[in-house]
């Protein structure tokens, strides 16, 4: 069983590797890597992840993440024009010092998913999670419904832009499953 | 009218003479009913209204305690879920008025949520929003929050049985007679929120209009609870200028998600500021104060002795039974016999005999061992003795207060590149260990000298 510090372990090195890969970090950026590496890359973090504004999003991961900002694990700093980006604290770099094998486990997986979706913008973010979630809720229909479903769910996200999606998913969970 | 009332199938029979003059006779008089308050004045309530208000449901929660037993630390602290809840729905009728005000919603807005301002069904949602905020609180156990986590069931919480009592077949006849008729569904929908009713899908129009009620930034309930919990209780942390902040409110396009959601017009910044503010300190300094969390606690353990099986129904036609008046007749009558069931806990809350503080969260420890309060906990307990500590953990759950802000230019951005106050806002954390008043001096000191090497011991892989 994952402990609490195990988890937020994991959570400060995935934050290091998505900054380290250019990404600005949002709290969207590491929803939806979390998505992505709990629900494909067997990453023990047990977050329940319902269909949000956003796409996949977890209200408990945000509690840790304000959990860990209340241990001074995390911390939030201005990002323009988007408003906040997360980073690692000194005392969240020391955290990970104490759980190498942890973070061994899924390192490759993390930074795989670090260099593929740190750099995308929260519109690309949405995307994809919401095309993985349609995916893995409906495993037996074609591309061509599951870019329908998204629509469906997100107007704001056309067919066209679903469909491309789809293609995408497919190949982030394939390298995901590579690299077990 | 009067035998027709007699005949009312949700009026308990010793009400009825009474709900007959005190609320039926009137409100059928006249289209609009007022209620006084002391927080905002007057609030209005059409006949419609009323009948939500006179359901069984709802005036039970003229029996629910807003703040459990703070009463015995802030003894003006005796207010109840009932007039928080009109509270609540005066407010978000208010700030649904604002945000859907043509005036204040810009092309791309309504381009994003059409049904904004939409007039042939704003009065229907409007209405929707209302008794939402009305009814956001109406599934409440007896002492609010006090116990509810442990004396449900897993899976229940007070907005299950509150949707429950809303999708009931008593309450959508309520709600279907009103003009125009309202779909329970949407009710308990908005005064939830996605949060709550993560299963159930919200379009963009109704994340706002939930947003309205229970969101974190501005919701009706949040902004009425610190408004009304300061004003009772005598501490000033709590206030701020709402009329300034809720006429500054807009459906704004968000700078980090591109998507609607409620925000600030930059005028109203220094009083979302000062809400959240307010937030914080009556968090620490009120919710959180250690004797109203020990008392919690020991209310909690007389209940799990006093319940059958220890634990709450969950069954809306039995919970209507029990209310804070039964739990503190209960409580009285153990707290007086030395052989009743929960004699101890109950003992320990009327004498004032509450577990005190031996241990507290702190900066220092913290940066030592995140979980510090969690090691000095155990240790203690393997020194002394399990039954001689309690313990009582929280951090604050939300995110941070991101938010969009219009700028006088016509911009919009995120609230923590607009207000250094935000970024620096702390997040609310606590951790209390407690230890009976009997062991408080040995324990004292037993900690004073082991503390450095107790927190010291960390988890840590090989």
């Not at chain 1, 959990?67 to 024009?81: F, I």
């Not at chain 1, 593929?116 to 409906?138: C, D, F, I, S, W």
């Not at chain 2, 006084?36 to 419609?48: K, P, Q, T």
């Not at chain 2, 791309?108 to 069904?121: A, F, G, H």
């Amino acid at each position: 069983m994952t402990t609490r510090l195990q988890k937020a372990a994991l959570l400060c090195y995935l934050t290091d590797r998505l900054v380290a890969n250019g990404s600005w970090c949002g709290e969207t950026h590491i929803q939806k890597s979390t998505f992505f590496l709990q629900e494909e890359a067997d990453l023990p973090t047990e977050f329940e992840f319902i269909l949000y504004k956003h796409g996949p999003f977890s209200f408990d991961l945000r509690s840790e993440l304000t959990s860990m900002r209340a241990d001074g694990l995390l911390l939030l700093e201005p990002q323009y024009p988007y408003g906040s980006s997360y980073a690692t604290t000194e005392n969240g770099r020391e955290l990970q010092k104490r759980f190498p094998k942890t973070i061994d486990r899924f390192r490759l997986r993390m930074e795989f998913i670090a260099q593929t979706l740190g750099p995308k913008n929260v519109a690309e973010l949405e995307q994809l999670a919401t095309a993985l979630y349609m995916m893995r809720k409906h495993p037996n229909k074609s591309s061509d419904r599951i870019a329908a479903e998204i629509n469906e769910v997100k107007p704001h996200v056309s067919v066209p832009e679903a469909k491309r999606a789809v293609p995408q998913v497919e190949e982030i969970v394939a390298k995901l499953k590579a690299l077990q | 009218m009067y035998c027709g009332l007699l005949l009312d199938p949700l009026c308990p029979p010793a009400m009825k003479p009474f709900k007959l003059y005190q609320f039926d006779l009137v409100a059928r008089m006249k289209n609009s009913h007022e209620i006084r308050d002391a927080i905002h004045v007057f609030i209005r309530l059409d006949y419609d209204e009323v009948k939500v208000l006179n359901c069984i449901w709802f005036q039970r929660l003229r029996n629910i305690h807003q703040l459990a037993l703070s009463y015995l630390v802030y003894p003006g602290a005796t207010h109840k879920r009932f007039e928080h809840s009109l509270g609540a729905m005066e407010l978000a009728g208010r700030i649904f008025d604002v945000v859907t005000n043509p005036e204040n919603v810009t092309d791309e807005i309504r381009r994003l949520v059409p049904e904004i301002t939409r007039e042939n069904t704003r009065a229907y949602w409007r209405r929707v929003v209302r008794v939402g905020a009305l009814c956001h609180d109406i599934g409440h156990l007896p002492f609010s929050h006090a116990a509810e986590h442990a004396l449900l069931p897993a899976g229940w919480s007070h907005e299950k049985i509150g949707m429950d009592i809303l999708l009931s077949p008593e309450m959508r006849t309520i709600l279907n007679e009103m003009t125009p008729p309202v779909r329970a569904e949407d009710v308990a929908k908005v005064a939830l929120g996605p949060k709550k009713a993560g299963s159930l899908r919200f379009s963009n129009w109704e994340a706002i209009l939930s947003e309205i009620i229970v969101g974190d930034a501005f919701g009706a309930d949040r902004i009425d609870y610190l408004l009304r919990d300061s004003h009772h209780i005598g501490v000033a942390y709590g206030r701020f200028d709402h009329y300034r902040l809720i006429d500054t409110l807009r459906v704004l396009k968000s700078p980090t998600s591109g998507e609607p959601v409620i925000g600030v017009e930059e005028g109203g910044l220094h009083s979302a500021e000062a809400l959240l503010l307010a937030r914080y300190m009556m968090y620490t300094q009120v919710y959180f104060h250690a004797a109203r969390r020990i008392y919690d606690i020991h209310l909690q353990e007389f209940l799990t002795q006093w319940l059958p099986e220890g634990k709450f129904p969950t069954d809306i036609t039995k919970l209507i039974e029990i209310t804070d008046n039964e739990v503190t007749a209960a409580l009285l009558k153990a707290a007086r016999d030395k052989d009743a069931i929960g004699h101890d806990a109950a003992r320990r809350i009327t004498t004032r005999e509450h577990f005190r503080v031996v241990y507290q969260r702190n900066p220092t420890d913290i940066a030592i061992n995140p979980e510090a309060g969690t090691a000095v906990y155990q240790a203690l307990r393997q020194q002394f003795g399990n039954e001689h500590f309690r313990r009582d953990a929280y951090k604050e759950k939300a995110g941070p207060p991101d938010f969009p802000v219009l700028a006088r230019d016509g911009r919009c951005h995120s609230s923590m590149l607009m207000s250094d106050t935000l970024r620096q806002l702390p997040v609310v954390a606590v951790d209390y260990v407690f230890v009976s008043p009997e062991m408080r001096q040995e324990c004292e000191v037993w900690l004073e000298n082991n503390r450095g090497d107790i927190i010291r011991r960390k988890e840590e892989e090989q």
